[in-house]
Nanobody, 120 residues
C-alpha cells in the first residue's frame, strides 16, 4: 500500500526529495512516518506527520534540514532533505499508522525502502 521513491546519490550538502504514495486511500491512517536504516545500524525514526492537521515531528539529527509534508489529494507524503551529510546515507522507509500517535516504531504498513547515498 506504500510506495517510496526518490532516493539516489548526492554529494554532501545536496538535496533530495523522497515521495511516498499510499494506494488504497489514507482515510484510515492517523499519521505517516519516515524511518531510515544505515548499514550495520538499527532502523531509526526520521520524521512524521499527522495526516489530519499536518503536525510534524523530527529527529534531532535532521531538524532544520529535513521537511516532511503531505498532499491530501494525492495521498502522498514527501520528505525534503536539504544539507545532506555523510551520516544521512541509509535506506529510507515510509510507514503508515492507524492508531493515534506517530512517535513510535509501531507502524502498520511499510514501504519497500529507497536508498539514499551521500558522498564527499
Amino acid at each position: 500500500q506504500l510506495q517510496a521513491s526518490g532516493g539516489g546519490s548526492v554529494q554532501v550538502g545536496g538535496s533530495l526529495r523522497l515521495t511516498c504514495v499510499a494506494t488504497g486511500g489514507t482515510f484510515s491512517f492517523y499519521g505517516m512516518g519516515w524511518f531510515r536504516q544505515a548499514p550495520g545500524k538499527e532502523r531509526e525514526f526520521v520524521a512524521a506527520i499527522v495526516w489530519s492537521g499536518g503536525t510534524t515531528y523530527y529527529a534531532n539529527s535532521v531538524k532544520g534540514r529535513f521537511t516532511v509534508s503531505r498532499d491530501n489529494a494525492k495521498n502522498t507524503v514527501y520528505l525534503q532533505m536539504n544539507g545532506l551529510k555523510l551520516e544521512d546515507t541509509a535506506v529510507y522507509y515510509c510507514a503508515a499508522r492507524r492508531a493515534v500517535g506517530v512517535l513510535t516504531n509501531d507502524y502498520d504498513y511499510w514501504g519497500q525502502g529507497t536508498l539514499v547515498t551521500v558522498s564527499s
